[in-house]
């Protein structure tokens, strides 16, 4: 691992997301196949806080790793892989690097749902479902930020296309949202 490490260190900090990805892919997909009760070891979850989660990137190279990461997870056919690889990007670690990692999933998610990617939305639906729910709301609150801050009047027309095209997540995610509400009053004011 420390010989991979080297060779990240190398690359610019996109080409090393790349290949992190690239790696954890072929790592867990050995896992499933090998192993009953596959999981992400120490060193490997090491590689993606550190090649993947602490890098800088500019804007740009920001946007190409979210569309690097779409891709990841529409090419691979294996759901148990999908959910493991995301898991491994995104469980919280109660460390640093858990700040960067809702930022990270936020930008993923909001992609995901504009561009239609349902292996993510399927894998932000599970997330959402064994997540503590003050980490559910903020991701709710950026979607809803995005979806009807950003774009008024999208919001509903978003929905609709997901409650079709990944009805579990279209459900965690309101549910997720009627957590922000205070629902108790007539006014349905954010809570906070």
Partial sequence: MSDMRQSLLRRDA??????????????????VQNNPSPSVDT????????????????ALQELQLLEIMCSCFQEQSRDAVRQLIFSALFTLQGNQADESRMALLGKLVSMAIAVGRVPILECAATWLQRSHPVYCRRLARVLVDDYCSLLPGSMVPTLNN???????????????????????????????
Avoid: N
């Avoid at 990805?21 to 896992?31: K, T």
């Avoid at 490997?44 to 890098?55: A, D, M, S």
């Fill in 14 to 31: 996109l080409s090393a997301a790349k290949e992190v990805l690239y790696h954890l892919d072929i790592y867990l997909s050995g896992q």
């Fill in 162 to 192: 997901l409650s079709c095209s990944c009805p579990p997540f279209c459900c965690q995610f309101i549910t997720a949202v009627t957590t922000l509400y205070d629902l108790s009053t007539g006014t349905h004011t954010p809570t906070r």
């Fill in 43 to 58: 060193p490997t979850l090491e590689l993606v806080e550190e090649f993947i989660l602490h890098r800088r990137m500019s």
